[in-house]
Each structure stands twice: as C-alpha cells, then as structure tokens.
Nanobody, 125 residues
Framework: VQLQASGGGLVQAGGSLRLSCAASEGTFSTYGMAWFRQAPGKEREFVAGISWRGDGTYYRDSVKGRFTISRDNAKNTIYLQMNNLKFEDTADYYC???????????????????WGKGTQVTVSS
C-alpha cells in the first residue's frame, strides 16, 4: 500500500488546515488508518486513528475537540481536519495503515503496516 499525504502548510495560530492521505490500495477499506506527527527534535507521536470499519475514532488528549479524522472509502482517502491550531501542533504529519485495525490500536502500540511520506504543518504564533 502506498500512502501519499498532502495539505500541509503555514497557518497562523487559531487557523485551520485539512490534511489528506490517499492510498493506492484497492483494499483500503480493510485498513485501520491513523495520523502521526513528529516535531523537530522530538519523537514521533500518535495523533488520531480511525477503525477499518469507520465506526470508531481515537485521539490523543491534546487534540481532542480540535482535530477530526475521517475516511472516504470510495476515494481511498482519509482526512484530518485541524481547527484552532496551536504553535505546538507544528510538525511533520504522517499517515499510516494497519490491516483490520481498530481506531486505538496504532495509538497504543504504534505497530504499523505501512507509512506514508510526511506533510509539513507550521503554525505561527
């Protein structure tokens, strides 16, 4: 499975961005999907996950109420709507896939089958 993230950019604090991640795989609907991020000098961290069925989502505490993960199986794409962005959200954002994964699994174990290339998000304060 090849994953391609897009939608990053420069935004002021309080602004919004929507990230997209398109998958090449026709069996996309059988993969749980997630977003991770890595800020300069920091370890990669889980941001949000969505189950392979699309019936569950899971977020790290710092983005709850601000970020929303969703999927469109007809387009083999997941999204991350990011609102009320903060300076500390600045990072490279990566999408990831894991077969038949529930929403929380990649957040708990960070076990991933496929990684996409990152898209950079910069939030100016």
């Amino acid at each position: 499975v090849q994953l391609q993230a897009s939608g990053g950019g420069l935004v002021q604090a309080g602004g919004s961005l929507r990230l997209s991640c398109a998958a090449s795989e026709g069996t996309f609907s059988t993969y749980g999907m997630a977003w991770f991020r890595q800020a300069p000098g920091k370890e990669r961290e889980f941001v949000a996950g969505i189950s392979w069925r699309g019936d569950g989502t899971y977020y790290r505490d710092s983005v709850k109420g601000r970020f929303t993960i969703s999927r469109d199986n007809a387009k083999n794409t997941i999204y991350l709507q990011m609102n009320n962005l903060k300076f500390e959200d600045t990072a490279d954002y990566y999408c990831a896939a894991r077969k038949f994964a529930p929403a929380y699994s990649m957040g708990v174990s960070q076990t991933v089958d496929y990684w996409g290339k990152g898209t950079q998000v910069t939030v100016s304060s």
